[in-house]
């Protein structure tokens, strides 16, 4: 008996393919519908509980389902086969834009959870789905997401298998190219919620640990010819860091490299902070001018008076890219 994703798979591909707006691989049809269906594994359970709440406002795909969270749910979907599509070793060439594809999948998907609303086919129960857990890892957040792109298959599988052992469960299948990893539980008591958060915890330490390198925003500064007190600098710094961090969004990194000179560094770990990386960083830069303030303010070492508290030598954003940035009036850029 064919499963709901089954049908929304089959159904999408063919409508793209008869349209004409990609050419699949020589036989890879089957393929190429396996893997938008395991694309859709674990977002459906999103789907169809509002699709059951909602009230069909037209008679035909081109109306919406009457619920706001129907049409939420939806838009996700579409957006991961899209994404799938876009992606796919199966196909050979694309010859409409991303709008397109996404339009038009939209458009077959709701004709399929229509005649399902209706009562039209015959799915097969979801006892079977019981049996397994489906995490797509771009669904748990900007850390997971984020590092998942970067790190190796062999380290994330290993991961996922120790964070699925940690929540009682065994990894049965991890797909590097959906990121999507498929669990069985090893106790009656396991549960989705266990095995995501054990995959996000374990990942995490992982960023901690320096294993893998999310993108950021970082300089080094030279420091005035001031001495300081032992240990005052480093314990200045760490507070600073310790000061951005409270908030949860973000990582920061202040520590000192050379004689002279120390690093700072932003790592977003939401999405939200990725967006305001900038001002984060602007923040970090004042939180240490402000501690380097307080320590010069207790007897120092004459330094002259028109020397920058912190000078900017390097930054890098997000992308690996420079940025040119508008210092501020107590910070000049050495060439």
Not at 258 to 281: G, M, N
């Amino acid at each position: 008996m064919l499963t709901l994703e089954r049908l929304i798979a089959e159904h999408v591909l063919g409508a793209l393919v008869q349209r004409q707006h990609f050419r699949v691989a020589h036989a890879s049809h089957d393929s190429l519908r396996d893997e938008l269906e395991f694309a859709l594994v674990p977002l459906m359970p999103s789907v169809t509980p509002y699709l059951m709440a909602a009230q069909a406002t037209a008679d035909d795909a081109d109306g919406g389902f009457g619920d706001r969270n129907a049409a939420e749910a939806l838009a996700v979907m579409v957006d991961s086969l899209g994404e799938r599509l876009s992606n796919s070793n199966h196909i050979d060439d694309i010859f409409v834009d991303d709008a397109t594809i996404r339009r038009d999948s939209l458009r077959a998907a709701r004709q399929v959870l229509l005649r399902y609303m209706r009562g039209e086919f015959e799915i097969a129960d979801d006892a079977s789905d019981k049996s397994r857990f489906v995490i797509a890892l771009d669904s748990l957040g900007y850390l997971v997401a984020s590092s998942a792109a970067r790190l190796t298959e062999p380290l994330l599988t290993l991961t996922l298998s120790d964070a699925g052992t940690a929540a009682g469960a065994v990894l049965e299948r991890f797909d590097a190219a959906t990121r999507i990893a498929t669990f069985s539980p090893a106790t009656e008591r396991t549960s989705l919620l266990a095995i995501e958060e054990s995959v996000t915890g374990r990942v995490a330490a992982l960023v901690a640990s320096g294993q893998v390198a999310l993108p950021c925003v970082e300089q080094v500064f030279e420091l005035p010819a001031t001495r300081f007190a032992r240990g005052a600098l480093s314990t200045a710094l760490r507070e600073a860091a310790m000061t951005l961090e409270r908030n949860g969004q973000c990582r920061a990194t202040c520590e000192k490299t050379a004689s002279r000179r120390i690093r700072l560094a932003v790592t977003p770990l939401t999405e939200e902070a990725a967006q305001r990386v900038d001002a984060y960083f602007e923040e970090l830069v004042a939180l240490v001018e402000g501690a380097l303030d307080a320590l010069t303010s207790t007897p120092p070492s004459p330094a002259p008076e028109s020397e920058a508290a912190i000078s900017q030598t390097r930054r890098r954003g997000a992308t690996g890219e420079a940025r040119a940035t508008t210092p501020k009036p107590r910070v000049k850029k050495v060439h």
